[in-house]
């Protein structure tokens, strides 16, 4: 947390982002901790603005893929007496006028500790900004894709619910199977995944973009979005 962060303030998030499995897995890391709670969750921008609105004083985390418009996006921010993070796509360019509005800047594979520390000292007052990490490409999500060459078409519809919050009992009703084979299926997952639980699999969902892009791609369409 940042030093200058009052322990016995709340941080209230409005989490942005038109990946649901990214917005999922983002959320249950910020649940872990004490100092922060998501007070709302939002697909598209309108959405997003309609929350700005009604939840003042809040820390904003948003896609910088969220809108065409982000000058129009941080006016309703700051109207709002709230605070800007913006998550920066692989490979963004960003206008400089925008970068100078934000208060902090993450990138999409961002570890959960660097995530909560940026928050905090956004909430804090101060400035999170590295313009560096926008000129730097990543590497490919090698990770990721082989561990996609592993899994089944049948366990990337189960990680997809899994992340998206579903129980086992959902799961199994969603993919008209039975609750023992889903719970045989997740064994599986874990053991290529290298994980040892629901939380542990929708984290490393979150931070292996070739993952997350499959399992999106394999969610059931009527599965229940977050």
Same mark, same amino acid.
């Given at each position: 947390?940042?030093?200058?962060?009052?322990?016995?303030?709340?941080? =209230?998030?409005? /989490?942005?982002?038109?990946?649901?499995?990214?917005?999922?897995?983002?959320?249950? @890391? /910020?649940? !872990?901790?004490?100092? *922060?709670?998501?007070?709302? =969750?939002?697909?598209?921008? %309108?959405?997003?603005?309609?929350?700005?609105?009604?939840?003042? &004083?809040?820390? @904003?985390?948003?896609?910088?893929?969220? $809108?065409?418009?982000?000058?129009?996006?941080?006016?309703?921010? %700051?109207?709002?007496?709230?605070?800007?993070?913006?998550?920066?796509?692989?490979?963004?360019?960003?206008?400089?006028?925008?970068?100078?509005?934000?208060?902090?800047?993450?990138?999409?594979?961002?570890?959960?500790?660097?995530?909560?520390?940026?928050?905090? &000292? +956004?909430?804090?007052?101060? &400035?999170? @900004? =590295?313009?560096? *990490?926008?000129? $730097?490409?990543?590497?490919?999500?090698?990770?990721?894709?082989? +561990? +996609?060459?592993? /899994?089944?078409?049948?366990?990337?519809?189960?990680?997809? /619910?899994?992340?998206?919050?579903?129980?086992?009992? #959902?799961?199994?009703?969603? !993919?008209? $199977?039975?609750? =023992?084979?889903?719970?045989?299926? !997740?064994?599986?997952?874990? #053991?290529?995944?290298? +994980?040892?639980?629901? !939380?542990?699999?929708?984290?490393?969902?979150?931070?292996?973009?070739?993952?997350? %892009?499959?399992?999106?791609?394999?969610?059931?369409?009527?599965?229940?979005?977050?």
């Amino acid at each position: 947390m940042a030093s200058n962060f009052p322990s016995s303030m709340t941080v =209230q998030v409005i /989490l942005a982002d038109n990946q649901a499995i990214f917005r999922t897995g983002v959320a249950r @890391v /910020l649940a !872990l901790e004490e100092g *922060m709670r998501v007070v709302a =969750q939002c697909a598209d921008s %309108e959405r997003l603005k309609e929350a700005i609105g009604s939840l003042r &004083r809040s820390v @904003v985390l948003f896609p910088s893929s969220i $809108t065409q418009d982000l000058h129009e996006l941080l006016d309703w921010v %700051e109207q709002a007496g709230s605070h800007a993070v913006m998550i920066l796509e692989h490979g963004a360019s960003i206008d400089d006028s925008v970068l100078q509005r934000v208060e902090g800047t993450v990138q999409r594979s961002v570890a959960a500790p660097q995530l909560t520390e940026c928050i905090y &000292r +956004v909430a804090s007052g101060e &400035r999170s @900004v =590295q313009r560096t *990490m926008i000129r $730097t490409m990543p590497s490919p999500d090698r990770v990721g894709a082989r +561990v +996609v060459e592993r /899994l089944t078409p049948k366990e990337l519809q189960i990680i997809a /619910l899994v992340t998206e919050g579903s129980k086992n009992k #959902d799961i199994a009703a969603q !993919l008209g $199977t039975k609750e =023992q084979v889903v719970k045989n299926y !997740l064994r599986s997952i874990y #053991d290529k995944t290298g +994980v040892s639980d629901r !939380l542990e699999l929708a984290l490393y969902t979150v931070h292996h973009r070739a993952l997350a %892009e499959a399992t999106e791609r394999a969610l059931p369409r009527n599965a229940k979005r977050a």
